[in-house]
């Protein structure tokens, strides 16, 4: 059934403006055509904010209940969102990790201000090491991400590892400085090794050896090697 310009039943409010062509007549309204508009802009991005929100949060949970390791599949399933949806917003898990802690880093930036202001660069760095070991061992899947960035050659490119890198970049020029550590040392270098360090010695009861670890990753960056940084603890 087609429906005329000034039918009675078109002054509902559901039709306004032209009515569309029917049978390439004019004039006529064919209510099997149906125009579907695109939200709005603006209401695209706010779906797509609170999606990406969402996200980042249920893969937060994901993580604190020890479950590091699961799937994005996965963690679209929990999400209740597709899987298209995760990846356009977190291309790889490490982009999801980094984005899960990407707020929690200005305590470790707190920290190098403190241990700075107490002790001499080197050893500021050296403590510092291993602050960001404790933090790091309180946040499932950021060393495993952290590695994977490094091993891709994208350390420092993430909000995670950039401001860790920056946070070295400091205690590294605050050592050059004091004639202390070795100038031009590059930030994302140090962060690798320490990611790297982690990987494989960063077990609570490896604490002493990722200690002494430190030591000789500290001495090798000095103007001038200490040869009395001790070894063991």
């Not at 993580?63 to 996965?74: C, K, N, T, V």
């Not at 490490?94 to 930036?109: A, K, M, S």
């Not at 960063?202 to 001790?230: K, W, Y």
């Amino acid at each position: 059934m087609t429906l005329k310009r000034g039918d009675p039943r078109l002054a509902d409010g559901t039709v306004t403006g032209d009515l569309p062509v029917s049978g390439g007549v004019p004039g006529y309204y064919d209510p099997t055509m149906v125009m579907v508009l695109p939200p709005p802009p603006g209401a695209l991005r706010a779906d797509a904010r609170r999606n990406r929100e969402h996200l980042v949060a249920t893969a937060a949970e994901v993580f604190a209940s020890g479950q590091p390791g699961i799937s994005l599949d996965a963690i679209a399933k929990r999400a209740g969102v597709g899987n298209a949806t995760l990846y356009r917003h977190f291309p790889t898990r490490e982009d999801l990790v980094e984005e899960v802690y990407r707020d929690q880093i200005r305590p470790l930036r707190e920290q190098a201000l403190t241990l700075l202001a107490a002790e001499p660069p080197a050893e500021a760095l050296h403590r510092w090491m291993g602050c960001f070991a404790e933090w790091a061992a309180e946040r499932r899947g950021i060393v495993e991400a952290l590695v994977a960035m490094s091993a891709a050659g994208r350390f420092g490119t993430g909000p995670v590892c950039d401001q860790v890198q920056q946070i070295l970049g400091m205690l590294l020029d605050a050592g050059a400085r004091a004639g202390e550590l070795r100038a031009g040392i590059d930030p994302v270098d140090v962060g690798a090794i320490i990611a790297s360090l982690l990987a494989v010695a960063g077990a609570p009861e490896q604490q002493a050896q990722l200690d002494r670890m430190f030591t000789i990753v500290v001495d090798g960056l000095r103007s001038i090697p200490d040869p009395l940084s001790p070894l063991v603890s």
